[in-house]
């Protein structure tokens, strides 16, 4: 068995598609080509890769970083980086659009020769646009829902035009609409509404935050918020958290560090969603843990809460503080005890 074949086989055991890599870097494309068209399975894929509107329709699905990388990649005859693992780039990019290969520590990334002719096609009509308006909507439409539970369209519109170089046009709006399948969002009566999240069920938070002010962290805060996975994190909450994985590997729990994070990740969350007072029995005993409602609300006054708009009662506090901040009477506390501010905060 010569070299290149040995190299194949075991990218092949992979289950990556593979070219030859002498071949690529010897510019011997078309035996490069050759060995994909005859890949087991591949022979549709190939054919339907090399169709204009199959490879756009594909590039407009992809994730930024993918996106991002496959135009990097595009634009050279291949990419070298260093420390990637194979696995990483086993997804749609890697299967469909670029090509790796792995020798020793380092990864070549390699675009086929039709694919990038078809994109040196597509990077000169409307799609880079239509990409960029439609990642720009779809990342700050899921942190949106994330800080505020529920937004009004308007209310949204205003967001992208403070933080991003996009607007909400009518090829926006329909970008959203599209894209609000209720996974992460959806979009009905005007309103972009947190998975899960019905018009009816968002009314009481427009309502408690009716004359607050809308907390709006600069550009690349606002976008890690729409992570699903992130929260603020603050001192209190992760001395929780690490209290937590104690009593959990006390216990003998192999999962104690994962368990715990789950722990503050599920608390932070439920506090997001509160309007008041609410018992948070059950989930101490969903997670074993000693009750302590006491530590809750403390933790409470640091979060951001959908019922204000974002933000923290301790940021609204010290705004009413200082005269900055004049709550409606009748309206729910700033505090997000859930009682009315004239029998709460403003009943001194």
Known sequence: MDKMEELNRSLADTGEPVFALAAILERRGKAARDRLKQLTGAQNLYAWLTDAANVSMLLMALPPADFSLFTKAAEAPFIKEKDVFLPLHSGLIGFCLLQPYQVKDELYLVVPTEIRSLWRELKNTDLPRRKHLRDTVDAYAQAAVKLYGVLSLEDFGEMLRLRSDVRLTKEAEAMLRELGDGTYYS????????RGLSPED????????EGLPRYLPVHEKLLRLGDGDYYDVFHDLEL???EAEEHYRAEGDEEAEEKATAFA???YAVLTMELGREDHGPLFEQF?????EERVEKI??????WCLGG?????L????????????????????SGKKFKKCHGAG
């Open 187 to 194: 979009v009905e009566e005007g309103l972009l509404l947190h």
């Open 202 to 209: 968002a009314r009481p938070y427009l309502e408690a935050r």
């Open 240 to 242: 929780w958290r690490l």
């Open 265 to 267: 990740d599920t608390l």
């Open 288 to 292: 074993g843990l000693p009750r302590d």
């Open 300 to 305: 409470k006054r640091q979060a951001r809460l």
């Open 311 to 315: 933000n923290t009662p301790a940021e």
């Open 317 to 336: 506090l010290a705004e009413y503080a200082e005269g900055k901040l004049k709550p409606r009477v009748n309206g729910p506390c700033i505090c997000g």
